[in-house]
């Protein structure tokens, strides 16, 4: 079995810490707010809040979600000098 380095540690801990809060932020999105948003009833931009986060607000997290885990592993692979070269 192959160790691992100490910089390797530390990156796969970074690497799975990110992920894990990225993903309990997802769970939170998708099961537990559209859970209770039916019993939330105003409206939000005209539109009943449960339909709004169903039909658009999970749709933005998501691709708030993608967009940060895109940007800080990009960051995190340059302070660990893994990066992938660009051509």
């Known amino acids: 079995m192959q160790q691992l380095s100490e910089a390797h540690q530390r ?13 309990a932020i997802w769970f939170f999105v998708t099961f537990v707010i ?15 809040f449960s339909f709004w986060v169903g039909a658009q ?8 979600i993608i ?11 340059q302070e660990f000098g893994v990066a992938e070269e660009e051509e």
């Open 11 to 23: 990156y796969w801990q970074k690497n799975l810490r990110i992920t894990g809060v990225l993903l």
């Open 34 to 48: 559209a859970y209770f948003a039916r019993d939330l009833s105003f409206n939000f931009f005209g539109w009943p």
């Open 57 to 64: 607000g999970a749709l933005v997290v998501y691709v708030l």
């Open 67 to 77: 967009w940060y885990y895109a940007r800080t592993m990009n960051r995190l692979d």
